[in-house]
């Protein structure tokens, strides 16, 4: 078993979905994307948490020039695929209310992002990186800008142009690294054991930082996301929040730190105040909106600047916090923008301003609501409070002024979070939201997982946090001795 | 060489054909006998070639990929030819014969060991040209693009000659062998002549394909010729251009690239910004396409500037690449112009709910066009700002960068107007050998972009 059935299943369901008939797309999606999960729970069951690189293949692919398909799965990579392949379903489902015109279109596209982003996930050959890279990009782009909303067009080219701008540089720096290997090859080792000099690594940290800080993104990248998270279909919305932008997470980890890391140590401050302040400065708008997925869309920047500057501070902790977080936050979000998706469906606008008193008409959804609520603000015993906390503390052993600033995301979130439920759910029930029926079969089913992996998370951590903890403290260990010895 | 035989040959057959008006036969006729010539050159393959005729032809394995790619592109272009030339005028025949004659030009161009034979190539190629782009006799726009295409070749034409002179003047042979070894015991006191005569043949040669500042007669020649026409001259001619310019650069002038190098630089600069950023102004999908052949002519450039042992197959790979796509965009832009009558990006509205299988060809076509990757021209691409990197030109590549992002707003557009935008229009009609060849075009597209290995090893 290599992890190339993981990567080719997607596509060959994403050809198989185009085949059957539209009405029956979602159904053959949802059966494919539970296979894939089924797959990846197999693949957690035989795997051995240590350090190393199991169900690797290498293959070759364009060989004169150093490229070789060759992937792997080590602890890092193995909670990102189980984030993705649990993700997908999810997704799948929220959409069963959903009727989308040319729907086998629109799951196909899903599917075949997700070969790609298990790609990035799982890439341990620049080249891979890249075009898995791209090859997630490209359905996200036609999914929003085909089932998206009014402004779709003008809104998804300036997403693609951004994300792809990043791209191209980072491709560049993949290319320059790739040139400077002894033996010629694309593969991540060699690209580690590389001694370049300062100059070098500092380009090569930027062409690198440029593309993830985009994706993810991070303040002042983060101009293309909240229009274009607005815009998208909701399920557009959820893998472009959910799983999409660990992409750029993944990649600070993976890519970019080991690859530059006296790059890295020079420019490690700037990174972690514009980390730090993207985190203040998104939760600052977000107090502002009155459109509830705008205001879900600003706090995953919020969420997301707290995790790059657990990445950045660079310790075990921090990076453990960003892996578990990149897992709850993922879970959370799809949830967040699940209830809005409903709320958005039945009341046909997302301005709360208007709503009120939902609570009473609808006690499931409205349970729900408020379970996923307090894992986005990070209670105790729900999944957003390890991660936080770890970053927190990652954080606070670089400098303890950003763990300061930074924490205040949480008491940020708990407030715009909770006035936001206040406004929606509670007080009393008006012309508009007395209509709200609760919710029902497959919206219950999507809420009901969601609501307990929160708690399951919270509560009882350790399985997730044991899956990357060797490869985490190994990559953190070897790069920081790297430090030690100003990076080279 | 059997391969240039053919192809000289058949243009006479068809001519006879003509004469005794088998129409019905044309097409069949050149696909079969192109067919044989396209055989002829595979067959020729890895065969230890040696100069031939004096040293005048050197039939390599550099002529048998570049002869081949413009052989089939040549022949997908006359399958869409179907149909297309009788529209136009009753002397079908002719215009099969001077495609040929124009193709036996290339053959020439693309296998020359003799700067002669170059010249010859290059000539033959151009002139029939000239009578390509003027065949809508009663066409203003046709004519305007056969006299100015005729007029400014002629005055490239002479730079070439000119600069062909020159460098004889210095080191006293035509041949390539003979000039490289000139140049390679003269290292220190190469005279300023043979300079002169290097950048009178740049300029020569930068017309020939395009590039700028010598490119002011592409968009109004490729906007007047017939769209078929303009495709032949964007694809197989320009992959021509360029295989000529390598061979004789890589051959003669690759160990004083110090001196070319910048100013080639400077052309490839200027052409990928003013051929991307005029692409972007454009209303007519025609004259989008006219502008950024250019700025792929700038892309091509960058196997010369970046002259290695890697530049014979970048350049095959991207011009591969390029051509296979611009074939699907020029035969995607025939079937809507029948239908609205215009060249222009409104034509594609709502093109992908009637057609859903042209929208999507071309959207691979654009796609690859841009440079996304599993797609050919993102190989191409890859391949260039490799072998640039290598030789350290970090700069040109982040120009490059900067126009590869430019290039999405125009290729897009067209994807946006098929898929976003709506119209009331009905089915465009797809004629069968037009949904051949534009598949076959798009599968190539993508199965070299998966899996580029079968042709990027071949050079």
Redesign the interface.
């Known amino acids: 078993m290599t992890v190339s059935i993981l990567l080719f299943l997607p596509v060959l369901a994403a050809l198989l979905v185009l085949l059957v008939k539209n009405e029956a797309a979602k159904h053959a999606a949802l059966f494919f994307a539970v296979i894939e999960l089924g797959l990846a729970g197999y693949f957690l069951a035989g795997f051995v948490p240590d350090a190393s690189v199991q169900y690797g293949l290498d293959l ?6 150093g490229v070789y398909f060759k992937a792997g799965i080590d602890g890092i990579s193995m909670v990102m695929v189980l984030l993705t392949t649990l993700l997908v379903p999810l997704i799948i489902l929220t959409t069963y209310k959903h009727e989308y015109k040319n729907a086998k279109a629109f799951y196909a596209l899903i599917l075949f992002m997700q070969a790609g982003l298990l790609t990035v996930f799982t890439a341990l050959d620049g ?1 891979l990186f ?2 898995g890279w ?2 997630a990009l ?1 359905p996200i782009y ?1 999914i929003c ?2 089932w998206g909303g009014e402004n ?2 003008r809104i998804n ?1 300036k997403f ?2 951004y994300t ?2 990043g791209s ?2 980072m ?2 720096g993949i ?2 690294l ?2 400077q290997t002894p033996n010629k090859l694309y593969d991540i080792n060699g690209f580690y054991n590389l001694s370049l000099t300062l100059t070098q690594q500092s ?1 090569v940290f930027w062409a690198f930082f440029i593309a993830f800080a985009i994706k993810m993104p991070l303040f002042p990248f983060h101009t293309w996301q909240p229009d274009t998270y607005t815009e998208a279909p909701s399920a557009g919305t959820m893998m472009l929040s959910g799983i999409m932008l660990k992409m750029g997470i993944y990649g600070v980890i993976r890519w970019l730190i080991p690859n530059a890391p006296a790059g890295f140590l020079q420019w490690q401050n700037l990174v972690m105040i514009l980390s730090v302040i993207g985190v203040v400065y998104a939760s600052l708008i977000a107090f502002k909106q009155t459109d509830g997925k705008r205001l879900v869309a600003y706090s995953s920047i919020a969420h997301v600047g707290l995790i790059a500057a657990g990445i950045f501070a660079w310790t075990t902790q921090g990076v453990q916090g960003a892996m578990i977080q990149m897992l709850s936050h993922g879970i959370n979000v799809v949830g967040m923008f699940f209830i809005w998706d409903i709320i958005s469906r039945r009341l046909n606008t997302r301005d709360i301003s208007q709503m009120g008193g939902i609570a009473k008409v609808a006690p499931n959804f409205s349970i729900a609501f408020l379970i996923i609520l307090l894992g986005t603000v990070a209670l105790p015993l729900t999944n957003g409070f390890v991660g936080e906390f770890l970053l927190l503390k990652g954080v606070f052993n670089y400098n303890i002024w950003f763990a300061a600033i930074a924490g205040l995301t949480i008491i940020f979130g708990a407030v715009y979070m909770l006035r936001m439920y206040k406004n929606v759910m509670q007080g009393e029930a008006n012309e508009l939201t007395l209509t709200f029926t609760d919710i029902a079969g497959s919206e219950k089913l999507v809420l009901g997982i969601i609501c307990v992996l929160i708690i399951a998370i919270g509560v009882y951590p350790q399985p997730i946090l044991h899956i990357s903890e060797a490869a985490v403290t190994n990559l953190v260990n070897t790069v920081s001795a790297k430090f030690n010895n100003g990076g080279f | 060489m059997t391969t240039l035989i053919i192809i000289s040959v058949l243009p006479i057959i068809l001519l006879y054909l003509g004469l005794y008006k088998v129409q019905k036969a044309l097409l069949p006729v050149t696909i079969i006998g192109l067919l044989i010539a396209l055989g002829a050159a595979v067959a020729q393959w890895n065969d230890n070639a040696v100069p031939i005729y004096s040293g005048m032809m050197l039939f390599n394995n550099f002529s048998v990929a570049f002869s081949v790619v413009s052989i089939v592109s040549t022949i997908l272009i006359l399958l869409l030819s179907k149909g297309y030339f009788e529209k136009i005028s009753n002397h079908i025949a002719e215009y099969y014969a001077i495609i040929l004659f124009s193709l036996a030009g290339i053959i020439v161009m693309v296998s020359y060991h003799n700067l002669v034979m170059m010249f010859i190539g290059i000539e033959i190629m151009s002139v029939s040209l000239y009578i390509l782009a003027g065949i809508r006799k009663s066409d203003f726009a046709s004519n305007e693009a056969a006299l100015k295409y005729f007029l400014m070749g002629a005055f490239s034409t002479g730079f070439l000659l000119f600069g062909i002179a020159l460098i004889y003047g210095s080191s006293g042979s035509f041949d390539l062998d003979t000039i490289r070894e000139w140049v390679v015991t003269h290292p220190r006191n190469i005279d300023p002549m043979f300079y002169t005569g290097i950048l009178l043949i740049i300029v020569g040669l930068c017309f020939k394909v395009g590039a700028a500042p010598f490119h002011f007669w592409t968009p109004d020649v490729y906007e007047g010729a017939p769209s078929l026409i303009t495709l032949f001259m964007s694809t197989v001619v320009k992959v021509a251009g360029f295989a000529a310019f390598l061979r004789l650069f890589a051959a003669c002038f690759s160990t004083i690239a110090a001196f070319w190098t910048p100013v080639l630089l400077a052309i490839t600069i200027a052409t990928l910004f003013i051929g991307n950023i005029t692409a972007l102004y454009q209303q007519s999908f025609k004259r989008m396409m006219a502008f950024s052949s250019i700025s792929h002519a700038g892309y091509l450039l960058f196997a010369i500037v970046a002259l290695g042992a890697g530049s014979a197959n970048s350049i095959f790979v991207y011009a591969t690449a390029y051509s296979i796509a611009s074939i699907i965009a020029f035969g995607a832009l025939i079937l809507v112009r029948q239908q609205t009558g215009s060249d222009n990006f409104e034509g594609f509205n709502g093109l992908a709910k009637k057609n859903p299988f042209l929208a999507l060809v071309l959207t691979v076509s654009m796609l690859s066009l841009a440079g996304i990757p599993l797609t050919a021209g993102f190989i191409g691409k890859f391949f260039m700002f490799s072998g640039v990197l290598a030789q350290y030109n970090t700069w040109l590549v982040i120009v490059a960068v900067v126009n590869a992002i430019i290039s999405i707003f125009y290729y897009f557009r067209v994807i946006i107007a098929m898929y976003f935008r709506t119209a009331e229009r009905a089915e465009v009609e797809v004629p069968a050998y037009y949904k051949f060849v534009l598949g076959f075009s798009a599968i190539a597209t993508i199965v070299i972009g998966i899996y580029p290995s079968f042709i990027s090893t071949l050079i």
Do not use: G
């Open positions: 070759p692919w364009i060989p004169q020039m080249f890249y075009v791209e090859a490209i036609f800008a085909l779709r067009i080219i693609f142009i792809f701008a191209l540089f491709l560049l290319i320059y790739y040139l380009w």
